[in-house]
């Protein structure tokens, strides 16, 4: 999922504590919740591509993630579109032909909802794509050990993502390995067929796991992994004063869609 | 540097499930800031010995049987919690890559000093030390994943001295690395011992090094001590190939010029020595000439390039051909090419640009099952295709994956096993069989399939001396039968040895390409590329043996001096 993965940057949006970008995150998902008016999202999609821009997200990143989007996408559009017993009728799908039909009405309002949940979507994954890619996994760590989460589950969410790319080349390398003697893993048909092709690769894979892991335990203990019961935080999340400014910002404008709402503007 | 900062009294250790000790009345002292080399060949107890320096052995595994006693600066290893000892006493394991827990430089660093619940201005303290001691300033925000295996091993090093233990064990920490990366490796532990009086105890199967730098060797053999001293003194022993440590190549040089006559005013064990020990030698200037024979073309590569999907550029034009018969080494240094070029003779990558023709075939019309009839790839690390529950299954998959009858299977798996000297070993289970063993079972899983040509990545190494020697006699073997070997390596002995043409990459190209006289004739070029010509090479340089004169072995060498 490289549209999701962590990359350095020196942008604004990287520079920022992981709470206020939290807030800014938990802000959008509301707002784009909240509203149904097709401008008020499409407003707020915006906000978010400005920012993707600052942030530089490569173009080629947000294409790969809209092509594997475009199916889903596509899909709930043309549910909206098809099923929501609008008013307006734009035109028939199936238009009446002698004393057949007319059936599937495309109404204006089925095409506007169907925007509205196309726009709502691609605000969440983009915003969602735009934290993660802001922010380093270790600062998520610390945030979470501000709500106390025990030491040992950190060290250990750390280490399995870590070790995702070690065991991924392990498990290439096996594969190659066995394509070399010859496997065909590609040709295989039916389930049995399946299993049997990749238990070559799955114990090699398995045991190449558990002696890592062996190593894994040492070499904790040899790091005094428990040594004093103590623990300290190598990161550990500080507020600039330009993030108690962006807190305050993010509030403001949560409080301020929320009001809008709440006086019936952008229900849609 | 004369206080004892190790003590072993009579240690016995024996593992559960295992019927034979690992240890068997060890008596050894480390004095502190002392370097002590640990040498000797696979499974004679190198490893356990250093376990037992930090309490891993026998606390870490339960049910072994320990007797003796171990302590360190004052402590017993035995009694005293690992997790406490790893205050006086740092391990880096051979697998650099399990050791290293962070996915952030700096954050990887900080591991240890968390775990002593220190202060967080001390911890941002230690870890800029050990970046700037391990030579990795300047790499605090980078991810690990992204590091060199050199740059791995140096930042396991810096996780274990932010611990600020006084004692350093090193578990083979070069067998991975390239020449440059084993340079950057060494000249960092000097500093440590210059700066901050580290003692560093070091597993270690190249002698060239050791010879430079420790203080003190030890060799093991079946659990016990066999020799101890001084370099000098251990290397300078005519029956030291008897216990599985090869000396430098300066030392069995040494040896034959003795054994002709020649005697030194003292013993050379390092290459600046050999000019002092043997000021007056005859010198009779010979060019060798290789014949190359000509051949019909089985390799073809035009215009090769490869880009990674994460837009890496691997390979920028790659053009060569290799002739039926030969033998060929890949040399360069590491992320230079060597092995995705490799991959491409058998399939497994597929060019960007460019074409690869394996027999006329163009890899790109061929998948790797069809091209593995002709090329075998021997990988690096047989425990990545180990699998089955018999070392004759192991050896047949291959040949069912060719389809072959059950007569020929069993006759191809008898001859391949008998090949690699696993005769009898039919139905012993792989994964119990030794390191060594089971390199050769996954030789023979390739052999069996008869490929005209074999691609070997890393033939020797992690492999002691008997191991190293048996892989290049079947290599050579073969090559005798007529198959065309290309070797992928980092051991420029073996380079020297035993290939007769190199091909240097750098970069993604081919930056030499020539017989391998001509090759390490370059040094200016090889340096560039981080490498550098075996010892016995440098040494005949120091005498200048230059151009076709270029010495390449230990014999060549002799014929050069009139012997």
């Known amino acids: 999922m490289p549209f999701f993965e962590y990359v350095q940057g020196k942008s604004i949006i990287h520079k920022m504590d992981i709470r206020p970008k939290i807030l800014w995150f938990i802000c959008i998902i509301v707002l784009a919740i909240v509203f149904w008016d097709l401008i008020y999202l499409a407003a707020i999609f915006a906000s978010v591509m400005i920012l993707a821009y600052i942030v530089k997200i490569p173009l080629t990143k947000f294409l790969s993630l809209m092509k594997i989007l475009l199916i889903p996408l596509i899909f709930i559009f043309s549910y909206q579109a098809l099923f929501y017993q609008g008013k307006k009728i734009l035109f028939y799908l199936i238009p009446r032909i002698d004393n057949f039909g007319p059936y599937m009405a495309i109404t204006l309002e089925g095409i506007i909802l169907g925007l509205t949940f196309l726009l709502r979507i691609l605000i969440m994954v983009m915003a969602s794509s735009l934290l993660t890619i802001t922010t380093p996994i270790n600062h998520f760590i610390a945030f979470l050990r501000k709500f106390r989460l025990p030491y040992q589950i950190a060290f250990v969410i750390t280490t399995a993502i870590r070790f995702i790319p070690v065991l991924e080349r392990d498990a290439l390398a096996t594969i190659d390995a066995q394509k070399a003697r010859g496997a065909e893993l590609e040709a295989s048909k039916g389930f049995l067929q399946i299993i049997k092709t990749y238990v070559p690769i799955m114990i090699p894979m398995l045991i190449g796991a558990i002696r890592r892991s062996e190593t894994?335990?040492?070499?904790?203990?040899?790091?005094?992994?428990?040594?004093?019961?103590?623990?300290?935080?190598?990161?550990?999340?500080?507020?600039?004063?330009?993030?108690?400014?962006?807190?305050?910002?993010?509030?403001?404008?949560?409080?301020?869609?929320?009001?809008?709402?709440?006086?019936?503007?952008?229900?849609? | 540097m004369e206080k004892k900062i190790i003590e072993v009294k009579n240690l016995w250790y024996k593992y559960p499930k295992s019927d034979r000790p690992a240890l068997q009345g060890i008596n050894l002292y480390v004095k502190e800031g002392e370097f002590l080399a640990i040498m000797g060949p696979t499974g004679s107890g190198k490893t356990t010995l250093c376990l037992s320096f930090n309490g891993l052995v026998p606390q870490y595994f339960e049910g072994g049987e320990y007797s003796g006693k171990v302590i360190v600066n004052g402590l017993s290893a035995s009694d005293t919690p690992a997790q406490n000892l790893a205050l006086h006493v740092g391990m880096v394991f051979q697998d650099f890559e399990s050791q290293i827990f962070g996915t952030i430089v700096e954050e990887d660093v900080a591991f240890g000093p968390s775990n002593l619940g220190l202060d967080r201005n001390e911890i941002m303290e230690r870890v800029s030390q050990a970046l700037l001691a391990l030579r990795l300033k300047g790499y605090e925000k980078r991810e690990t994943d992204s590091l060199s295996g050199g740059e791995k091993q140096r930042l396991a090093l810096a996780g274990i001295f932010a611990m600020k233990a006084k004692i350093l064990v090193l578990d083979e920490p070069t067998s991975q690395l390239d020449p440059f990366g084993r340079e950057e490796l060494?000249?960092?532990?000097?500093?440590?011992?210059?700066?901050?009086?580290?003692?560093?105890?070091?597993?270690?199967?190249?002698?060239?090094?050791?010879?430079?730098?420790?203080?003190?060797?030890?060799?093991?053999?079946?659990?016990?001590?066999?020799?101890e001293g001084h370099p000098r003194e251990v290397f300078s022993r005519p029956d030291l190939l008897d216990f599985g440590v090869r000396p430098p190549q300066v030392c069995e040089l040494a040896f034959s010029l003795i054994r002709k006559g020649f005697f030194p005013r003292f013993f050379p064990i390092t290459e600046d020595d050999f000019i002092f020990a043997f000021p007056k030698l005859p010198i009779k200037k010979k060019p060798t000439y290789n014949i190359l024979q000509e051949k019909e073309e089985i390799i073809m590569v035009e215009d090769l390039h490869y880009i990674y999907p994460n837009n890496v550029k691997a390979l920028n034009g790659i053009s060569f051909t290799i002739k039926k018969g030969e033998i060929v080494a890949v040399i360069g240094q590491n992320g230079s090419g060597k092995t995705t070029l490799a991959k491409h003779l058998i399939g497994l990558l597929k060019p960007t640009r460019g074409k690869v023709l394996i027999k006329g075939f163009d890899t790109r019309e061929q998948t790797t099952s069809k091209l593995a009839k002709i090329v075998g790839y021997v990988f690096q690390n047989p425990d990545n295709q180990i699998f089955a529950n018999s070392v004759k299954d192991e050896v047949a998959y291959g040949l069912k994956n060719l389809k072959l009858s059950k007569e020929e299977i069993e006759k191809r798996v008898s001859e391949s096993l008998k090949f690699v000297g696993l005769e009898g070993f039919e139905n012993y289970h792989p994964?119990?069989?030794?390191?060594?063993?089971?390199?050769?079972?996954?030789?023979?899983?390739?052999?069996?399939?008869?490929?005209?040509?074999?691609?070997?990545?890393?033939?020797?190494?992690?492999?002691?001396?008997?191991?190293?020697?048996?892989?290049?006699?079947?290599?050579?073997?073969?090559?005798?039968?007529?198959?065309?070997?290309?070797?992928?390596?980092?051991?420029?002995?073996?380079?020297?040895?035993?290939?007769?043409?190199?091909?240097?990459?750098?970069?993604?190209?081919?930056?030499?390409?020539?017989?391998?006289?001509?090759?390490?004739?370059?040094?200016?070029?090889?340096?560039?590329?981080?490498?550098?010509?075996?010892?016995?090479?440098?040494?005949?340089?120091?005498?200048?043996?230059?151009?076709?004169?270029?010495?390449?072995?230990?014999?060549?060498?002799?014929?050069?001096?009139?012997?």
């Not at chain 2, 490498?531 to 230990?554: A, H």
Request: overall charge positive; proline content about 2%; some cysteine.
């Open chain 1, 216 to 268: 894994l335990g040492m070499a904790m203990i040899a790091r005094g992994f428990g040594a004093t019961g103590k623990w300290t935080d190598f990161y550990e999340i500080k507020a600039k004063k330009s993030d108690y400014f962006f807190t305050f910002l993010f509030l403001a404008i949560l409080a301020f869609g929320l009001y809008l709402r709440a006086m019936g503007y952008g229900v849609g």
């Open chain 2, 186 to 227: 060494f000249s960092a532990i000097k500093k440590l011992r210059e700066n901050y009086k580290t003692t560093i105890i070091m597993v270690e199967h190249r002698s060239e090094e050791i010879a430079k730098y420790a203080d003190r060797v030890i060799i093991m053999k079946n659990g016990n001590i066999a020799l």
């Open chain 2, 431 to 563: 994964f119990l069989l030794k390191k060594g063993e089971r390199q050769k079972v996954a030789f023979a899983s390739i052999f069996a399939m008869k490929p005209e040509i074999f691609v070997v990545d890393e033939p020797t190494t992690g492999q002691d001396y008997l191991g190293s020697e048996n892989m290049m006699h079947m290599l050579l073997k073969l090559n005798e039968r007529g198959h065309t070997i290309i070797i992928i390596t980092h051991d420029m002995r073996v380079v020297g040895k035993y290939a007769k043409r190199v091909i240097v990459l750098d970069k993604g190209k081919v930056v030499l390409d020539g017989n391998t006289r001509q090759v390490f004739n370059e040094f200016d070029i090889l340096r560039k590329c981080y490498l550098l010509p075996p010892q016995i090479t440098r040494i005949g340089r120091d005498l200048s043996f230059k151009g076709e004169e270029t010495v390449l072995t230990v014999e060549d060498m002799l014929s050069r001096i009139g012997c």
